[in-house]
């Protein structure tokens, strides 16, 4: 078959050059072109992966006029997200968004509207849903190990976003200091802050585990650290009809977990009417208790299945068979993890507890 034609727009967040290493690997699908403004931003993109200089690009119009593209990996700044959809939706192309969705419910659904009457999708992909250990966890759940969810308790980060590039290069603290001032991560305006960094994980995943339902309100606080404009620790509590869960974004654990799992541990624990799963990122065991073998016991994770072992492999089996895509990467699941986000940042402004948000 021909190969899917891959774009790259935008190298704002650093994992664009994870999601080129897949498609690179990807014996069904090449790199066609990449775009950034700053052509500084692609160097290490077009050397690790010799991408030739004509396929290069720093004004968008010239690149997209260089396709037909068959799909688009679009990592721009999060206030970015809507305007850049819209602009992509027009060259007739699956979209394929690195998180967070967006910074607000209703940029999500002008991002979903741009993609309305054509027979393109819109993909949001979640790092996590990719973590053995929490697809475990997705199972175990979904053949009632624990009974009924009730609960979900959510803690991630790493030490910042400025600390490791794409592969997980590590930058040198001296470095992450001088970079503050510059870098969108740490602008308002630009969407940045550890929760809408990682907030929508929690409340993304969260959302897949509780097959869809909502929480009726969201109750969230945030630290307030002199001369940094956003946050760098976030705790939101979710009350469903069923019971609350928490949800806690920080940047500044000891330690970033896919090297050394700081304390407290990143991930998630699930507490259930009849018992509870711990699932750690990226851990090669899941640990349970259930009502007949309250002993807590490991259960090692299960390989993630072939056409699912990462997000890009997923996505183009996906494509090449006509089936849209589902759990944490459907942007109707999406929404509503945006709506707990969206209220979560209200409540942090206003200092008290709301309704979710439409």
């Not at 997200?81 to 939706?89: G, N």
């Not at 940029?107 to 054509?118: F, H, N, P, Q």
């Not at 007949?292 to 299945?305: G, M, S, Y």
């Not at 409540?347 to 309704?355: F, I, Q, V």
Request: net charge negative.
């Amino acid at each position: 078959m021909t190969k899917f034609r891959i774009v790259g727009i935008s190298f704002d967040h650093m994992h664009m050059g994870d999601l080129l290493r897949m498609v690179d690997e990807h014996p069904d699908a090449e790199i066609a072109a990449i775009y950034d403004p700053d052509r500084k931003k692609m160097q290490n993109a077009v050397e690790t992966f010799a991408i030739p200089e004509e396929l290069v690009f720093t004004d968008f119009d010239t690149c997209m006029a260089a396709g037909p593209y068959d799909m688009a990996l679009m990592c721009a700044a999060t206030a970015g997200h809507a305007d850049v959809t819209e602009r992509l939706a027009t060259h007739n192309l699956h979209i394929f968004v690195e998180k967070p969705f967006a910074t607000s419910a209703d940029d999500a659904r002008r991002m979903m509207a741009a993609m309305e009457g054509s027979s393109k999708q819109l993909i949001i992909n979640w790092p996590l849903r990719w973590v053995e250990s929490h697809v475990t966890a997705k199972r175990l759940i979904d053949e009632g190990m624990v009974g009924d969810l009730r609960e979900i308790h959510f803690y991630d980060g790493n030490r910042g976003p400025l600390y490791h590039l794409a592969d997980k290069v590590e930058v040198s603290p001296e470095e992450v200091e001088r970079q503050k001032t510059d870098s969108w991560w740490y602008k308002k305006a630009s969407g940045g802050g550890a929760l809408l960094d990682y907030l929508g994980y929690g409340a993304t995943l969260g959302t897949w585990y509780m097959d869809g339902e909502a929480p009726t309100e969201v109750t969230c606080v945030v630290d307030e650290t002199p001369g940094i404009e956003v946050d760098q620790h976030a705790i939101a509590v979710c009350r469903y009809t069923h019971g609350l869960s928490k949800m806690e974004t920080r940047w500044g654990t000891f330690t970033d977990p896919w090297t050394t799992q700081p304390q407290p541990t990143c991930g998630f624990t699930f507490i259930g009417t009849d018992g509870t799963i711990a699932s750690p990122d990226y851990a090669d065991h899941v640990t349970a208790q259930t009502r007949t073998n309250p002993e807590r016991h490991a259960i090692p994770v299960d390989p993630l299945p072939t056409g699912e072992t990462n997000a890009i492999e997923y996505v183009l089996s996906c494509l090449k068979h006509g089936t849209p895509v589902a759990g944490p990467l459907d942007p109707a699941l999406c929404l509503t993890a945006q709506r707990i986000v969206d209220t979560a940042v209200q409540s942090a402004a206003e200092k008290r507890t709301l309704k979710l948000l439409p």
